[in-house]
């Protein structure tokens, strides 16, 4: 058939309704580019939207356009919740790790504090003990009167050595401070401690120190960050002088 | 005659034909921004998309199928695959309108198929003519007085062809269908579906002196 033999199928042919030896023909024309029919199938195509436009105007329900909107936007909901809910986890496990490792880490700060201080202490008590093994270390008691009551030791090469026990209990924030006092000068700040639970404490001040000018040994409640020079009354004061 | 049966569902069809037709043209135009959006997959697109094309397709569906229920689920399905297939659309080249109005039309046959069993005869038929590829011609074919024409040629149409036309545009028979439903021989069916589309045809070259 030619393109004449074609054009009055043309329309149908567009609604799929062409039948038989047209609709062959037809569809072969198209697939080797023929214009004349592709002009016509063209045209037959605006005829049949201008005729179906043609209808009874009948009003939808407006949940019908809520449905399409709807179901459009559900599609890219379902990924974009997807994403959210994805992102959400991530974000709840980042927090989670970063969580545990803060804690991880706080507790490893927390535990090397410890382990400073636990060695602190050790040396303080093994500086001690050397020192009260020490042949030349000289030791002053005090307190008969009342508590508190204790011993200072001294040594010219090792330093000054305070045990006290029946100790005052401190405020917050509060401290003891030692002082070494020379005869008739100021007192000097010779080291912070405080009383264990049963009120006894100790504290060393390590160095040589010139034992001939030593006149005494005070304490005082300071504040923790500990004062240049005595702030209260003194708890005890040792006199060393003359050892 | 089986035309005079149905005379008076043609005679309401011709009345609204003005008015209809010409929102018709109306609203094919400016529809290549529109595809753009689309194929972008702007939220909003859809909207606009059912704004401008929801009633018409709508009453279409509905002319089709005569059931509210089963229009909406069908506008739906086509509105759907527009969506899913508008990447295959050249929207510089396309015309957004009547394919939508195709795949409206198409998605109503092959309901009305499915429910008297003709369902697998015409469907991959169907399915061919709204491949979105075909609509890239050009729309000033939907101008304003190509759609007065059409109109006016419609309005002559004897009942005979007004009912063939009727038949295969919003039935989906095919000529040898129309002669059964209507019993007739085929020659006359297709001596009828001829002529009148010869008749609105001819009326639509002439608006563009073609």
């Known amino acids: 058939m030619n393109c004449g033999d074609l054009k009055d199928a043309y329309e149908l042919y567009a609604l799929g309704l062409a039948e038989g030896e047209e609709q062959a023909e037809i569809a072969r024309h198209l697939a080797r580019g023929c214009e004349a029919c592709r002009n016509g199938v063209d045209q037959a195509m605006a005829l049949n939207s201008l005729l179906l436009g043609v209808s009874e105007d009948v009003k939808p329900r407006a949940r019908l356009k809520r449905r399409i909107v709807a179901s459009v936007r559900g599609k890219h909901r379902s990924w974009t919740w997807a994403g959210i809910l994805a992102a959400a986890c991530m974000l709840i496990a980042a927090v989670w790790l970063g969580e545990q490792e803060r804690q991880r880490t706080s507790q490893l700060v927390d535990t090397r504090r410890a382990l400073i201080a636990v060695t602190a202490d050790r040396d303080r008590l093994a500086a001690c003990l050397r020192m009260l093994d020490e042949p030349d270390t000289m030791r002053v008691g005090f307190g008969k009167s009342g508590p508190p009551h204790g011993n200072v030791f001294v040594n010219g090469h090792s330093g000054v050595l305070l045990i006290a026990s029946n100790l005052p209990k401190l405020q917050p924030g509060r401290m003891f401070e030692m002082w070494v006092i020379p005869k008739g000068g100021s007192p000097r700040p010779a080291g912070m401690f405080r009383s264990n639970e049963g009120g006894t404490g100790f504290n060393m001040m390590s160095g040589p120190v010139d034992v001939a000018s030593l006149g005494m040994i005070a304490v005082t409640v300071e504040p923790s960050a500990g004062s240049a020079m005595p702030t209260s009354q003194p708890i005890f004061a040792v006199p060393v002088a003359g050892l | ?210």
Do not use: C, H
């Not at chain 2, 011709?14 to 939220?43: C, G, H, M, N, S």
């Not at chain 2, 859809?46 to 909406?72: K, Q």
């Not at chain 2, 590829?133 to 101008?143: G, P």
């Open chain 2, 1 to 210: 005659m089986v035309s005079y049966t149905i005379s008076g569902m043609l005679n309401f069809l011709t009345a609204v034909l003005a008015y209809a037709i010409l929102q018709v043209a109306l609203r094919f135009k400016d529809d290549a921004d529109l595809a753009r959006r689309l194929k972008a997959r702007e939220p909003r697109a859809m909207e606009d998309l059912y704004d401008r094309y929801g009633r018409l397709a709508y009453s279409l569906v509905y002319r089709v199928v005569r059931n509210s229920a089963a229009a909406e689920d069908l506008v739906q399905e086509t509105f759907l695959r527009v969506w899913n297939r508008v990447q295959s659309f050249d929207p510089q080249r396309g015309a957004l309108g009547p394919w939508i109005l195709t795949v409206a039309r198409n998605r109503a046959i092959d309901y009305l198929r499915s429910l008297d069993g003709r369902m697998a005869a015409g469907a991959l038929e169907l399915d061919r003519a709204e491949n979105p590829a075909l609509f890239s011609f050009d729309d000033s074919a939907l101008s304003i007085d190509r759609a007065r024409r059409l109109k006016t040629a419609f309005e002559k149409l004897n009942p005979n062809q007004r009912m063939v036309i009727e038949l295969a545009y919003f039935e989906g028979l095919s000529q040898s269908e129309m002669a059964d439903r209507m019993k007739q021989p085929l020659g006359t069916v297709k001596t009828w579906v001829r002529t009148a589309l010869k008749a609105l045809r001819e009326e639509l070259v002439e608006a563009t002196g073609v």
